[in-house]
């Protein structure tokens, strides 16, 4: 059953629903002027929701000693009557407590799933003698009721539980297709990597940055459209190919370019958005070469503060480079030391209640009230505190590269 003791949401709603129906019996069934729910967990009965505090007490009792009315409905699979404590003599120590709380009668019905006690439905009356067929025949149909709604919040709580299994399982998926950010001297980098809570599956977002054999630094960001496994093979693929033909050392439109003509040629995905640039680092600045396929502007934020798109050097989507196209837009952009460049895909930027555009100026505003000193792990957690709710509909991808402050000579 629902685990009794945790505060999840399924366990909320089991409460609820069962303190709606313990009052629903209590004015429901002739005679009642009390009612309680227990459920068998591991064997042990508790009683989640009761009209009154001394109903519960009463359960409780009975409960502890393993003995009494409500023991015996859901062991025996039967429903007992209690016409009168003070003349009954099968459990004197109940007797005693009810009688204390002002109860004289009781009717207990067990709550059965299949063939299994579940849990059972105690009802009780101030007089003597006050459930009769009536009553009986009345509290049968909230047993039914109970029973039904048990067994729906059993099955919801199993594929509640069931996607967040899946979703752990496609969240260390994903980071496994991910690179491992490598120590280059005079760049300092980091990235997140959050899963969708919408769903348990795998995407096709990616980010990479590699050191080039002359001396650049590959960065790279995209998304292949989808959200299966199928979004994370061509994410996958897609990484390492870019890697290689930018390993050669072509220019970032070329790259991209080539990037096209393989996908369309061998069917890797449907469409993708990329971004690859060359960091090339020099005695007083740097400089970003970049090329942009149907992505997302990058961000680069200057020593001063101040933080800008950069919108230059856009181009169709990978897999969409119309026939006889064969060369991209390539954009570059001066690095001061110590500027920082903000990748990210737009699963950080567009939500339901905005929309992109809106969405990267608040990343903008973020960037620019952040310390100047701050690095790329700040930054990340900075932007990710901002911008991305506990549950969130996309999956996101974010890379923060910074140039050291002072340049290699």
Known sequence: MVPLTSTDETTVELRRALGDLARLARDGVPGCAGASVSL????????LAATQDRIRELDGAQYARGSGPCVTAMRDQRPVTVDDYGADARWPEVADEALEAGIRSSLSL???LGRRSIGGLNLYGAA?????????EAARTFVRQAVLMLGYLQQLHSERARRQREQEVAAILQRSLLPT?????????????LVS???????GDWYDVFALPDGGVGIAVGDVMGHDITAAAAMGQLRSVLRSYAYEGSRPALVLDRLDRLVQG?????????????LLRGPETGMFIFANAGHLPPLVRHPDGSVHRLDRGSSPLIGALAPGVTHRAEAAEVLPPGSLLLLYTDGLVETRDHDVDRGIDRVCVTLGGLDPDAGPEQVCDAVVAEMVEPEHDDDVALLAVKTDQRSRS
Do not use: N
Not at 40 to 47: D, F, K, V
Not at 128 to 136: E, N, Q, V
């Open 40 to 47: 068998l967990h591991e064997g042990t009965p508790t009683t």
């Open 110 to 112: 067990p709550l059965v």
């Open 128 to 136: 003597p003698t006050t459930f009769g067929a009536s009553s009986l």
């Open 181 to 193: 950010l490598p120590q280059i001297e005079g760049v300092s980098c980091a990235a997140r990597y």
């Open 197 to 203: 809570t919408d769903r348990a599956q795998v995407g």
């Open 266 to 278: 061998f069917d890797m995905a449907e469409v993708a958005t990329a971004i690859y640039g060359r």
